[in-house]
């Protein structure tokens, strides 16, 4: 495994995506000594940007750096009504909407980069929304699977005083203890935080009922991921069992849970122990597409 003083060494550059004429912007790694084996497709939450995923506070933490040292082109990507977009959109779109954008900049990206195995889509909070309704409705061509984090279908505090709240600028605290956190996170953290699109925000108390029609059409791999101190959404044993009831078409579904987290899981300390869990189950979805079909392997070599 590569060290983390050669991770955070990887060039992460900005690049722009085509997305049906709207100029989505996006940060993207690459692999230096072999064409990437698949490319991790990062999706922010609501009121953040795609330098989530970089470790802000501590290089160690970045998903950019330790994808490209690992093989993987990862491509952290502006969601509609963000950065270059935001001036274009700035009510913000819906996660159908957004989906259907974000298949079109990945097929942008997929006539300019090479994309290995295909896509995989790691997503948090909102992020993870639009991740599943891309799934479902628009899916990228090669979809290998999705790992989404702090995105649940029972919200465990009321979305309505949510919208609210984040209407009048203030933001639910979900972060457990600050010991969790490397020193210097929050002042850091000041660049990827964004104004949560109106749309976004009238969507919240929607989102129920939009799971319970988009998480049947999701056939890909699924792995979802719930930080100890997640506060958002319900994530007991109860309500577990009926989030993952519904990916009745996925082939594989699970459930974890990361210790030692808040809802921001790849802010904290414990971001690289999630990005590694997230690339071990990618790596697991590549098995299917690696392995020879029978008729074409190597005639058995045991004696």
């Given at each position: 495994?590569?060290?983390?003083?050669?991770?955070?060494?990887?060039?992460?550059?900005?690049?722009?995506?085509?997305?049906?004429?709207?100029?989505?912007?996006?940060?993207?790694?690459?692999?230096?000594?072999?064409?990437?084996?698949?490319?991790?497709?990062?999706?922010?939450?609501?009121?953040?940007?795609?330098?989530?995923?970089?470790?802000?506070?501590?290089?160690?933490?970045?998903?950019?750096?330790?994808?490209?040292?690992?093989?993987?082109?990862?491509?952290?990507?502006?969601?509609?009504?963000?950065?270059?977009?935001?001036?274009?959109?700035?009510?913000?779109?819906?996660?159908?909407?957004?989906?259907?954008?974000?298949?079109?900049?990945?097929?942008?990206?997929?006539?300019?980069?090479?994309?290995?195995?295909?896509?995989?889509?790691?997503?948090?909070?909102?992020?993870?929304?639009?991740?599943?309704?891309?799934?479902?409705?628009?899916?990228?061509?090669?979809?290998?699977?999705?790992?989404?984090?702090?995105?649940?279908?029972?919200?465990?505090?009321?979305?309505?005083?949510?919208?609210?709240?984040?209407?009048?600028?203030?933001?639910?605290?979900?972060?457990?203890?600050?010991?969790?956190?490397?020193?210097?996170?929050?002042?850091?953290?000041?660049?990827?935080?964004?104004?949560?699109?109106?749309?976004?925000?009238?969507?919240?108390?929607?989102?129920p009922g939009l799971f319970r029609a988009t998480a049947p059409g999701v056939e890909a791999p699924v792995r979802l991921t719930f930080a100890e101190h997640e506060?958002?959404?319900?994530?007991?044993?109860?309500?577990?069992?009926?989030?993952?009831?519904?990916?009745?078409?996925?082939?594989?579904?699970?459930?974890?849970?990361?210790?030692?987290?808040?809802?921001?899981?790849?802010?904290?300390?414990?971001?690289?122990?999630?990005?590694?869990?997230?690339?071990?189950?990618?790596?697991?979805?590549?098995?299917?597409?690696?392995?020879?079909?029978?008729?074409?392997?190597?005639?058995?070599?045991?004696?």
């Amino acid at each position: 495994m590569a060290s983390p003083a050669r991770e955070s060494a990887t060039d992460v550059r900005r690049i722009t995506l085509d997305a049906d004429g709207i100029t989505l912007s996006a940060l993207l790694s690459e692999p230096v000594e072999a064409p990437p084996r698949a490319v991790v497709v990062a999706l922010h939450g609501g009121g953040m940007n795609a330098d989530y995923f970089t470790g802000p506070a501590h290089p160690s933490l970045s998903l950019l750096s330790l994808g490209a040292a690992l093989g993987l082109t990862v491509l952290a990507v502006d969601r509609p009504g963000y950065r270059a977009s935001a001036a274009r959109l700035p009510a913000g779109l819906g996660v159908s909407e957004q989906a259907g954008l974000l298949r079109a900049a990945l097929d942008d990206f997929a006539a300019r980069y090479e994309t290995g195995a295909g896509f995989f889509l790691l997503a948090h909070s909102y992020g993870g929304k639009v991740a599943l309704v891309a799934a479902a409705e628009h899916p990228p061509q090669r979809l290998i699977g999705l790992d989404i984090s702090g995105c649940g279908y029972a919200y465990a505090i009321d979305p309505g005083q949510v919208s609210k709240a984040l209407e009048r600028g203030w933001v639910p605290k979900s972060w457990g203890p600050l010991r969790l956190y490397p020193p210097g996170t929050f002042g850091a953290g000041r660049r990827l935080v964004e104004p949560m699109p109106h749309a976004e925000r009238a969507e919240l108390t929607r989102w129920p009922g939009l799971f319970r029609a988009t998480a049947p059409g999701v056939e890909a791999p699924v792995r979802l991921t719930f930080a100890e101190h997640e506060a958002f959404w319900r994530h007991d044993d109860v309500a577990l069992a009926d989030l993952t009831a519904w990916f009745t078409a996925a082939r594989h579904i699970t459930v974890d849970r990361q210790s030692g987290a808040g809802h921001n899981i790849s802010l904290g300390w414990a971001a690289r122990s999630y990005h590694l869990r997230a690339i071990a189950f990618l790596e697991s979805c590549l098995v299917p597409h690696e392995a020879l079909p029978a008729a074409h392997a190597d005639p058995d070599p045991r004696p």
